[in-house]
Nanobody, 127 residues
Framework: VQLQASGGGAVQAGGSLRLSCAAS????????MAWFRQAPGKEREFVAA??????????ADSVKGRFTISRSRDNAKNTVCLQMNSLKPEDTAVYYC???????????????????WGQGTLVTVSS
């Protein structure tokens, strides 16, 4: 399994960015996919998750109403996107996509539950 994140950049507060995560090696599985972020000097924190089976979505309180997670599958290519609107300076962080290929009944919000990780993409929001 390989995850490749892209789409980060620098924007002003109130702006938007769309992150993408291209996942290979997941064709026959129904993983939970998530985005986490890590700001300088802080621990990695949960942002959003989506169940591949059914498409249920979950968000951290800090991003509800501003961020939207989605997924698509085209042949062997799986893509998870994070649309981020109304960005705030406190959203500045490195964003990581992750896959939980053995999902439990409840979607995980702790990073230790996710077996595979992308390399991270930097989002910088200026005031």
């Amino acid at each position: 399994v390989q995850l490749q994140a892209s789409g980060g950049g620098a924007v002003q507060a109130g702006g938007s960015l769309r992150l993408s995560c291209a996942a290979s090696g997941l064709t026959f599985s129904m993983p939970d996919m998530a985005w986490f972020r890590q700001a300088p000097g802080k621990e990695r924190e949960f942002v959003a998750a989506i169940r591949w089976s059914g498409g249920s979505t979950y968000y951290a309180d800090s991003v509800k109403g501003r961020f939207t997670i989605s997924r698509s599958r085209d042949n062997a290519k799986n893509t998870v996107c994070l649309q981020m609107n109304s960005l705030k300076p406190e959203d500045t962080a490195v964003y990581y996509c992750a896959a939980d290929v053995n999902p439990a009944r409840v979607v995980a919000v702790t990073s230790s539950r996710y077996e595979y990780w992308g390399q991270g993409t930097l989002v910088t929001v200026s005031s």
